[in-house]
Structure formats: C-alpha cells, structure tokens
C-alpha cells in the first residue's frame, strides 16, 4: 500500500476492497478490564488531586509577590507543565475505565500525542532549570539574586518554549505523511509517537529517527545536565566545613531531587526493559508507562508543600484568616 494512497486516514483492509477510517483505538489495562471501574476510583482521586495541588500551587505564587523569586517561578512553570501533562492523560484514560469510549480521531490523536510530549519536554527542561536554581543557590549563595534575576527567569522560561515546540512541531506533521494499515489499536491509554509509528506499514525510518534525536537532544540531555549538576554540588557541599551545614545545604536540594526521581526513573526503567529485559506482560509496560506520565504531576505538589515551609503557610494563608500577632517574616528556601 503506497504512502500517498493513504495519506487520508487509517487504510483497514476488509475482504477485497479497502476501507479508509479515521480512528486510532486506546488500549486500558490489558487484562483487567473485569475491574476497570474499581481501577478508576483511584485514577480519578489523582486526577482530582493534581488539578487542585498544581492549581494552588499555581495562584499562591502568582498572587504573593514574596514568592517572586526563582525557585518559586520555577515551580510555578512545574505545576503548569504538570496540570497540563494531566489534562492530556488522565481524561482519556477515566473514558476508557468508565465509559469504554476507546476510539479517537485521527486529527485527535495526533494533536493529544503532541501536547503530551510538549508537556513531558517542558517539564523534563523545568526539571534542568530547578538543577541549575539549587547550583547556583548553594555554589555562589552571595550572587544568587544577581544571577537569577527576573529578566533571566523570562529568558530561560523562553529558551524552553523555543525548544519544545521547535522539537516537537515537525512530529504530528511528519506523522500525516505515513500509511497505516492493518491495525489501529494502540498500546496505552493514550496517543505516543513511539506507539502510533509501530502502527504504520509505511517506510517509517525518518520518523524513528527524527523521534529519536528528539528524545536523546530534550529529555536525554536534560538528565546529563541534570546529573552535572549535583556532581558540582555536592562538590561544593563536601567542601562545607560543618557537618550541620552540609546537611541544611542538601536538604534545600530534597525536593528537587523527588521531582527528578518521580520523573525519569519509570522512564528510564521502561526504556531498559523494553531494550533488554525478558518477556512481560503487557500489563506491566502499561502501567509503567502511567507511573512515567501520571504520577509526578500527583507528587511534585505534594513533595514540595511537604519539604517547603513557605509554600505551607501561604496556602494555609490563603485559605485561613491570619491570626492576631502572627508573624509576616518569610524565610527562603
């Protein structure tokens, strides 16, 4: 089946003639779909979970002018990645638990795989961000606001933007031009770019390839870099005379460390299994997949109001009145 006589949606041969659709169908949890609807009571309190901690998180920052430094604009970007990560995973999975709704357009699909990679890219170059925010305020703690000024907050958030979508803008474009045939049933619960090339019977090396040096120049060098950069800290730390202010140093670095852990450890031991590990069930693939994509944007608010004191009091501020005498000095992280 040629390129160009598919270009139109999905070619499913039937008997002698071929039929041209426009569906990709979602895959749940292979196996368990008997207990989908109990499956989803927990899915659905994660999903309530995320929109209101990264919500909060969200409006605390942006409506106390004491939070507008770094770190904190830092995790503001975190909490809009990962309420966006969430709106374009979470929805299409509750449909498949609760109302077995499995198809998805074409235009859909394409448009759901290229936010969620953007969303995963943006928050991976947050993440690197957030590396480079702990460096600077452990390294050079006197220069700290010198050097991470406002003006280069807007420049490094600019920088991730023209990145992500200059990575990410040829993929639902390049993907137009394959033919697919045979099979439209994807692996997951939703729309990735590795999972929808699988599924094409067109000649797919430049997509593969292009996927490839997308992943290995965003997520890829952000783990390096990441990685860099607490080999300098904990140079830096080591070089603390005091045992007492080596440990406050690496304690402002707890947080961040959870973020990089939630978000690129399932990543990393899916990719592993899928290259060298044995034969598993379809199952654990899957769910591995929805650690990678479903849990950080759970638990980075909750680690970060958990580790961080400011954040705390200025929730609470929000929605309690301030008692007489309380005090209005914050301290910084």
């Not at 503001?76 to 990645?81: D, G």
């Not at 590795?194 to 120049?217: A, E, H, Q, Y």
């Not at 009145?321 to 910084?332: L, M």
Request: net charge positive; aromatic share 12%; with cysteine.
């Amino acid at each position: 089946m040629s390129g160009k006589a598919c270009t139109s949606g999905i070619i499913l041969p039937t008997n002698s003639t071929t039929s041209t659709v426009s569906t990709f169908v979602v895959t749940g949890i292979p196996g368990l779909e008997a207990v989908h609807i109990w499956i989803s009571i927990p899915f659905c309190a994660m999903f309530f979970i995320t929109l209101v901690s990264n919500m909060t998180i969200m409006t605390v920052i942006c409506k106390d002018q004491t939070l507008h430094v770094p770190m904190y604009l830092f995790l503001a970007m975190l909490a809009v990645s990962d309420l966006g990560l969430s709106l374009f995973t979470f929805p299409t999975t509750l449909g498949i638990f609760w109302l077995d709704a499995r198809e998805l357009t074409f235009s859909a699909c394409f448009t759901q795989m290229f936010f969620i990679h953007t969303f995963q890219d943006f928050e991976s170059a947050i993440i690197l961000a957030m590396a480079f925010d702990r460096y600077v305020a452990i390294s050079r703690p006197l220069h700290y606001s010198s050097i991470l000024t406002n003006g280069v907050i807007a420049r490094i958030g600019l920088a991730i933007l023209v990145r992500t979508f200059t990575v990410q803008v040829p993929l639902p474009i390049l993907l137009r031009t394959l033919c697919f045939c045979d099979s439209n049933v994807l692996s997951h619960s939703y729309c990735l770019h590795p999972d929808i090339i699988k599924l094409s019977c067109s000649n797919t090396r430049i997509n593969s390839i292009f996927g490839l040096f997308v992943v290995l120049s965003t997520m890829g060098l952000d783990f390096l870099f990441i990685l860099f950069s607490y080999v300098l800290i904990l140079k830096t730390v080591l070089s603390i005379a005091s045992y007492g202010g080596r440990l406050k140093a690496l304690n402002t670095c707890i947080s961040h460390i959870c973020a990089v852990i939630l978000f690129f450890t399932p990543m990393i031991c899916l990719s592993i299994l899928h290259r060298f590990g044995p034969k598993l069930p379809s199952c654990i693939y899957v769910t591995m997949a929805n650690m990678h994509f479903l849990i950080p944007p759970v638990m980075n608010p909750v680690v970060y109001v958990a580790k961080t004191k400011q954040i705390r009091d200025k929730i609470q501020k929000l929605f309690t009145k301030r008692r007489p005498g309380e005090s209005q000095v914050t301290f910084t992280t």
